[in-house]
């Protein structure tokens, strides 16, 4: 299985890297995991709502470069559906079972997902209604798909 994340900017903090550096690890005996960065738009810090889809659409454009028709894909939205650890284990388990062995996952920029990525996301996924640092968010969906790997081994790591 190949898991791969296409997300908007770079990580700099050392500690999000650190963590999902480890997850990554752990993950390695499950699936084949990598991350694809692609460039944030700048944009100044009060935007117009024109500016604002502007700025969507082309970190959209960049998102949707980085994905096969092939692949799965998740969006991390707040609106979409939330799951708990164990319905998403299942999920992924499914998933490959049914032939969907590349799946990607995408988090967005500061101001969220374009349209056309939603529209291409085969489902979306919410992690709750917070608002969440995207780095950090990196990191707790690194976790969360380890997690459902070992919830399908029957490991006592979830419990």
């Known amino acids: 299985m190949n898991i791969k994340f296409v997300v908007v900017g770079k990580l700099k903090e ?8 480890e997850y990554s690890k752990r993950l390695s005996r499950f ?3 990598r991350i694809i960065e692609v460039p944030d738009e700048k944009a100044p810090e009060s935007l117009s709502e024109s500016e604002m889809n502007d700025v969507m659409d082309k970190e959209g454009t960049r998102i949707l470069d980085k ?3 092939k692949e799965y894909v998740y969006a991390l939205a707040i609106l979409g559906k939330e799951r708990s650890s164990e319905e998403f284990a299942k ?5 490959a079972t049914y032939g969907h062995s590349d799946i990607t ?16 996301a085969d489902t979306q996924i919410s992690f709750g209604r917070f608002t969440l640092p995207h780095q950090l968010m990196r990191l707790v969906l690194t976790e969360q798909i380890y997690r459902a790997f070992m919830i399908n081994e029957g490991s006592p790591y979830h419990k």
Not at 91 to 95: G, H, N, P, R, S
Not at 107 to 117: E, F, Q, Y
């Open 105 to 120: 996952f995408v988090i967005g920029g500061s101001l969220g997902l374009a349209p056309k990525v939603l529209k291409r």
């Open 14 to 21: 050392k500690y999000f890297k650190a963590g999902i550096e």
């Open 31 to 33: 699936c084949k995991f």
């Open 91 to 95: 999920e992924i388990d499914q998933l």
């Open 67 to 69: 994905i096969a028709d």
